[in-house]
């Protein structure tokens, strides 16, 4: 990437870090005045020598701070022609950083990776509110069911609803001579309020093959500031981004994100015959908490994904 001196957050990014990450990043900002030059470089790319004018400082010792900036992965650096040789011009590139608290499962299983964009459902039965958006503008009209049938639909980047689902289907990629280990389904979604409210529970269910796995109450419709992946043109007065969330079905039982929730196995899921895997994310009439769903693709909210299964398998001997 070229710096350019008109740069306004050069990178608007989030950082998912692991703990391990999260403590050379938590190093990095650990003193105030590196902290302070990271909140100047949001601003704009800087070069040393103006950092260490606007922080009174030797041009060693800005130096120094910068590199421990650039080695956390919060800002780069890039030589670049000045009025006397060549100076470091220095620009910040995340404004947002996430810790993933979660820990990966250990296993010695085989893990297939599908994703699937949200627009890409085979059913759905869904009650206003309700509308899809790609990253360009609205499909179809808004409140209005028939628009979940529009061709266009399999752009979509943010769907939502009050009750009902949208089914998906998956390939079933095990192979014929493995063992099931587990299955996950990973997404980012929220509740559904009329425009958004960050107070509004919403009971979200997820069945596979028509076997009810768990309910997840989400706390609310998050809104009010914009999505890190949200295209400018939705309002920030709309919904702007989910909770990330995973659904596992292992041997023992169901979880949400590694806290179980049912006593439902791999076993009572019945695929190893199924040419594909179908999944169902919906708000069930008479839900506790009736808040509707959210569901964001890779272009819209804060995370980079779609729908996300893992499959993790065994090899038979």
Wanted: with cysteine; net charge negative; proline share 5%.
């Amino acid at each position: 990437m070229m710096l350019d001196r008109s740069d306004k957050l050069s990178v608007n990014r989030v950082l998912s870090a692991s703990f391990d990450d999260f403590l050379i990043i938590a190093r990095a900002l650990s003193t105030q005045l590196r902290m302070d030059m990271f909140r100047q470089l949001l601003q704009g790319p800087m070069n040393v020598a103006e950092i260490a004018e606007r922080f009174e400082l030797p041009v060693s010792t800005a130096a120094v701070n910068i590199k421990k900036l650039e080695d956390a992965g919060l800002i780069i650096t890039e030589m670049v022609p000045g009025t006397r040789g060549t100076q470091k011009l220095c620009a910040a590139v995340i404004n947002r950083i996430i810790l993933d608290a979660g820990e990966p499962v250990k296993t010695d299983a085989n893990c297939i990776e599908i994703l699937m964009p949200v627009g890409q459902f085979v059913d759905c039965s869904v009650t206003p509110t309700c509308g899809m958006v790609s990253a360009t503008g609205i499909i179809g009209e808004l409140d209005h069911p028939a628009s979940f049938y529009e061709p266009e639909r399999s752009s979509a980047q943010l769907l939502w609803f009050k009750t009902g689902y949208v089914e998906y289907r998956f390939p079933n990629r095990i192979p014929g001579n493995a063992k099931l280990q587990s299955i996950e389904l990973t997404m980012e979604i929220c509740s559904e309020a009329p425009l958004f409210n960050n107070d509004w529970p919403s009971d979200i269910t997820v069945w596979i093959n028509d076997c009810e796995i768990g309910t997840w109450t989400s706390p609310g419709d998050f809104g009010g500031e914009r999505g890190y992946l949200t295209p400018d043109w939705w309002g920030v007065h709309h919904t702007q981004f989910g909770l990330l969330k995973t659904w596992r079905v292992a041997e023992t039982g169901s979880f949400i994100d590694g806290r179980q929730i049912s006593e439902v196995t791999l076993s009572d899921l019945n695929l190893n015959k199924s040419p594909f895997i179908p999944v169902r994310i919906g708000v069930k009439p008479g839900a506790l908490n009736e808040g509707g769903i959210n569901l964001f693709g890779r272009q819209f909210g804060n995370y980079e994904t779609d729908l996300m299964m893992r499959i993790g398998y065994m090899e038979r001997g």
